[in-house]
């Protein structure tokens, strides 16, 4: 007689720092059977059926602001629901995990319906609106930064950090030349691009290049200045593949602040300047590069008050004090746990073994 795997649902969508720490969490589970909720047409569609069966629900956000449309909005969540609840059933789903966003609320609606235990991982600092207002309703909420905490104080939390993809933990060439001697800049704007911060670059860019530092400009493909400033040791590209070897030889990286991006930042110990994006919700991207700029890791700036002549001087004061580089080099690889995926899992059997 065969005993039947147990069986897991994923709800994870719409960015990579939603769905990578959840495929990341799913490669530490080869034993568990399991399936995935996301959303039409968002990145998942194409990451995600190579791995794994992919369902998905139609759901949107609410708005801060009520009006009409948020009748159509509440009406999509509760058939969301509704809809949630019968995949779990259909299913056989035993446990639940899911990384946020507004797809993890009807999925902790619908395992709360089926009595079935689900874990919930936060990566921001500052907790989004579904962790506040269902946490709660978790056996667990797995967080990304240390403080979190105090912001959930009815929800039971345990601090795993927030899992990177598997090659972020292991040594990754690049398939470019940087000569080993030289100082290597990358910005990087997120999966978007940031047309702010690439204007910042440019600027900047001829001055650090006379200093002799090579620089990698990860433009993203919404940039019309793409092409304009050219140089031998300044390298282009909407988007690189390879970001794990890429910051495992950066020496500095300019960056966004999203979680996900942070978390690979201390991971490959790389000293940053961090410009959050100003329109993040409930500017969480601030609250995440805080964390850093507080112990030490990095610089922190806000967009509207960041010029080219403040980025100049604090890269070149930089560059010329190794020593600074160094320390925080240290201090960021204290900011995030390699081993987070492998946590998670076995957080996610644990809780499961216990309601089985």
């Known amino acids: 007689m065969s005993v039947q795997n147990p069986r897991l649902l994923i709800a994870a969508s719409g960015t990579g720092g939603h769905l990578f720490p959840a495929l990341a969490v799913a490669g530490q589970l080869p034993h568990y059977d399991i399936e995935w909720l996301g959303v039409p047409n968002r990145l998942e569609t194409s990451l995600v059926p190579d791995y794994y069966p992919l369902n998905t629900i139609d759901i949107e956000g609410f708005q801060t602001k009520l009006g009409v449309k948020t009748i159509f909005v509440f009406a999509k969540m509760l058939n969301a629901i509704a809809l949630s609840y019968k995949l779990i059933k259909r299913k056989k789903i035993e446990v639940v995990f899911t990384t946020g966003g507004y797809i993890a609320a009807p999925i902790i609606i619908g395992a709360?319906?089926?009595?079935?235990?689900?874990?919930?991982?936060?990566?921001?600092?500052?907790?989004?609106?579904?962790?506040?207002?269902?946490?709660?309703?978790?056996?667990?909420?797995?967080?990304?930064?240390?403080?979190?905490?105090?912001?959930?104080?009815?929800?039971?939390?345990?601090?795993?950090?927030?899992?990177?993809?598997?090659?972020?933990?292991?040594?990754?060439?690049?398939?470019?030349?940087?000569?080993?001697?030289?100082?290597?800049?990358?910005?990087?704007?997120?999966?978007?691009?940031?047309?702010?911060?690439?204007?910042?670059?440019?600027?900047?860019?001829?001055?650090?290049?006379?200093?002799?530092?090579?620089?990698?400009?990860?433009?993203?493909?919404?940039?019309?200045?793409?092409?304009?400033?050219?140089?031998?040791?300044?390298?282009?590209?909407?988007?690189?593949?390879?970001?794990?070897?890429?910051?495992?030889?950066?020496?500095?990286?300019?960056?966004?602040?999203?979680?996900?991006?942070?978390?690979?930042?201390?991971?490959?110990?790389?000293?940053?300047?961090?410009?959050?994006?100003?329109?993040?919700?409930?500017?969480?991207?601030?609250?995440?590069?805080?964390?850093?700029?507080?112990?030490?890791?990095?610089?922190?700036?806000?967009?509207?008050?960041?010029?080219s002549n403040i980025l100049n001087q604090k890269v070149m004061k930089l560059l010329t004090n190794p020593q600074k580089m160094k320390e925080m080099k240290e201090i960021s690889g204290k900011l995030a746990l390699s081993n987070s995926a492998n946590i998670l899992s076995q957080i996610i059997e644990e809780i499961h073994r216990k309601n089985v």
């Open 112 to 307: 709360k319906l089926a009595k079935i235990p689900v874990i919930l991982h936060e990566s921001n600092y500052i907790p989004g609106k579904v962790t506040k207002l269902l946490g709660s309703w978790c056996n667990l909420v797995a967080i990304g930064f240390q403080g979190t905490e105090k912001y959930l104080p009815k929800c039971r939390t345990q601090w795993v950090s927030t899992p990177v993809r598997r090659e972020f933990l292991e040594p990754q060439p690049l398939d470019f030349k940087i000569p080993d001697h030289k100082t290597l800049i990358v910005v990087m704007g997120g999966s978007q691009g940031a047309v702010a911060v690439n204007k910042l670059a440019r600027q900047c860019a001829p001055h650090w290049l006379k200093a002799g530092a090579y620089i990698v400009h990860l433009t993203g493909n919404r940039d019309d200045d793409f092409g304009t400033f050219q140089h031998p040791n300044y390298i282009e590209m909407s988007f690189y593949e390879n970001m794990a070897g890429l910051l495992q030889r950066a020496n500095l990286a300019i960056s966004r602040s999203g979680a996900s991006a942070l978390t690979e930042l201390a991971i490959t110990q790389t000293p940053s300047i961090l410009i959050p994006y100003p329109y993040a919700a409930e500017d969480h991207q601030f609250y995440n590069a805080k964390v850093f700029a507080n112990s030490g890791a990095g610089l922190l700036f806000r967009q509207e008050e960041l010029t």
